[in-house]
């Protein structure tokens, strides 16, 4: 098991509604990134923070945002759900902008968009 | 457009031999990442290719040529845990952004 935690395990909400999925990063690591997994798809890149920067974003749109606090723990928020918005959400923490080899993910948070 | 193609499911033998293939078409193209997700899972870093050639980790292999585009992971010994989604992921250099394959289900038969 990764010392990345991720909280909820598991939401459900309405279309419209606002939701704020949360991640702890490992010990030592400055770097998040989130992604998006869809059902049977490979996960997509929504961002990533490094030292509470944003420091680089994928094809998402403005109402996916995020944070990165001092400790380095992280937040993604999405406002306006739509139904499409359904998915695994899943983050990373790494000791660094691009080192994938040292890149672990956490469980991830299952959203359901009703 | 950035796009990685990898067979969408793939059967073999325990104690067997199997090669995943991996095609990219990415601009900014750093390097090739292998993942290993089981049903419910998170993704399991495997293996990372930054150079030409093979890398070699245990039971797992991963090469890549970057004249072709083309990358595969080979896992030798094949063993029922091994069943799982393997997805390759190209590292970008412009951001260090992953842009993920849709993966590929390696079902595994006794």
């Known amino acids: 098991e990764t010392g990345v935690t991720q909280s909820p395990t598991h939401l459900i909400k309405t279309r419209g509604q606002q939701v704020t999925l949360r991640c702890s990063s490992q010990s030592g690591h400055n770097t998040v990134s989130w992604y998006q997994q869809a059902l049977g798809q490979g996960p997509q890149f929504i961002f990533q923070?490094?030292?509470?920067?944003?420091?680089g974003r994928g094809n998402f749109p403005p109402r996916f945002s995020g944070l990165q606090f001092p400790n380095y723990s992280s937040e993604l928020n999405v406002n306006a759900l739509e139904l499409d918005d359904s998915a695994l959400y899943l983050c990373?923490?790494?000791?660094?902008?691009?080192?994938?080899?040292?890149?672990?993910f956490g469980p991830g948070t299952r959203l359901t968009v009703l | 457009g950035q796009s990685l193609e990898q067979p969408s499911e793939v059967t073999a033998v325990e104690g067997a031999i199997v090669q995943i293939n991996c095609t990219y078409q990415?601009?900014?193209?750093?390097?090739l990442s292998w993942y290993q997700q089981h049903d419910g899972g998170a993704p399991t870093f495997l293996s990372y290719?930054?150079l030409d050639g093979l890398e070699e980790t245990g039971r797992f292999s991963s090469f890549l040529s970057r004249s072709d585009s083309y990358g595969y992971l080979l896992l030798q010994e094949l063993q029922m845990k091994d069943s799982a989604s393997y997805f390759c992921?190209?590292?970008?250099?412009?951001?260090?952004?992953?842009?993920w394959g849709a993966g590929t289900k390696l079902i595994i038969k006794p």
């Open positions: 990373a923490s790494s000791p660094t902008s691009g080192s994938v080899d040292t890149q672990y």
């Open positions: 923070y490094y030292r509470e920067e944003e420091n």
């Open positions: 990415t601009s900014g193209f750093y390097g």
């Open positions: 290719n930054a």
């Open positions: 992921a190209a590292l970008r250099d412009s951001n260090y952004q992953l842009i």
